[in-house]
């Protein structure tokens, strides 16, 4: 994540600026409800992680020059920093009720005095609460947005990324295509095998897919056994490479349950977005290949644009 705070500043350590400065910390510090109430109604205003961050950052240098500022939760899934961490730091664990939210680092070139970090312990108090909600919101909206088996996009995702990609695609004239695949007699891997089984399937499958896709490309759940691949900048052909690429992985995966390997193919269907189509009857084509796919015995990759029946 990056920010467009300023960068920090050489500090002018001269006495009289240093004196000036603590008068100026101190004056504030002296009517510390004024701080405390501003800061904490403008940190109010937002769920946003990054935005209460940079509330945070503006207000707190008024009081002192922090220097690089850097912000990672327990989980490393949200990281922040104002820039590279410099020599000298001070550093502070988040927590609340004896849960640790992330840690806070402050550095720069320059040992921090006491006056500074009392400053920044006193400040950061306000912080940890709107913190801990924004984080806890965007939880539960990636939750909202997650396939909680394989851990990919599910149907609300991929609605929202369908829309955006085409808009992105149309406005910036970019090819734009589609990959919809099916695991094949799946119903018979789970009734032979039980749902436990067929669980770890899908997981290894979709492992496999993402592994074999570009860090650009966008794997969603799009049902229990299909899924869909947006590929942006990807042509026609691009698309049936990746496809035919995906296609050989997944059938020479070996997938060991209980000391059985459990066979597994897919079929799939790529289609390319053309202007002005709906996004339903751009994956309808999708749909149709994988289909055709479907009735001309699985395990096959088929492009729409191929024509009927033609193999990729
Ligand atoms: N284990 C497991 N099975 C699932 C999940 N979601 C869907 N399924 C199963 O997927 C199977 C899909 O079966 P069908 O639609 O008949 O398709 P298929 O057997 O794959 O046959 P074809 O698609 O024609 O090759 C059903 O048995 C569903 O219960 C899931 O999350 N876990």
Known sequence: MSTNLPKAETIDFTKARLASTFNEINKHLEEPEDIYTRLCRRLQTTLDVESILTIFLQELSVFVNFGVFTFKTE???????????????????????????????????????????????????????????????????????????????????????????????????????????????????????????????????????????????????????????????????????????????????????QGDIIPVTISMGTATYSKGETITDWISRADAALYRAKNDGRNRAYSAESGRRAPL
């Open 75 to 257: 989980d490393a899934q949200i990281r922040y920093a104002t820039d590279k961490p410099q020599t000298h730091s001070c550093n502070y664990t988040v927590q609340l009720n004896d849960n640790s939210i992330g840690v806070i680092e402050f550095s720069r070139s320059i040992r921090y005095s006491e006056e500074e970090l009392n400053i920044f312990e006193n400040l950061l108090t306000t912080l940890i609460f709107p913190l801990r909600n924004a984080i806890l919101y965007r939880q539960a909206l990636e939750a909202a947005l997650t396939d909680s088996l394989t851990g990919i996009g599910n149907k609300r995702a991929l609605d929202a990324n369908l829309h955006r990609e085409t808009e992105l695609a149309s406005r910036h004239k970019t090819p734009l295509s589609v990959i919809v695949f099916d695991l094949d007699r799946f119903k018979q891997v789970n009734d032979q095998f039980g749902h436990v089984a067929g669980d770890q399937v899908l997981k290894s499958v979709v492992r496999c897919v993402v592994d074999s896709c570009r860090a650009s490309d966008l794997c969603f759940r799009s049902g229990g056994e299909e899924f869909t691949i947006l590929l942006s900048e990807t042509h026609t052909a691009g698309a049936r490479i990746i496809a035919e690429r995906i296609r050989e992985r997944v059938a020479a995966l070996e997938i060991e349950y």
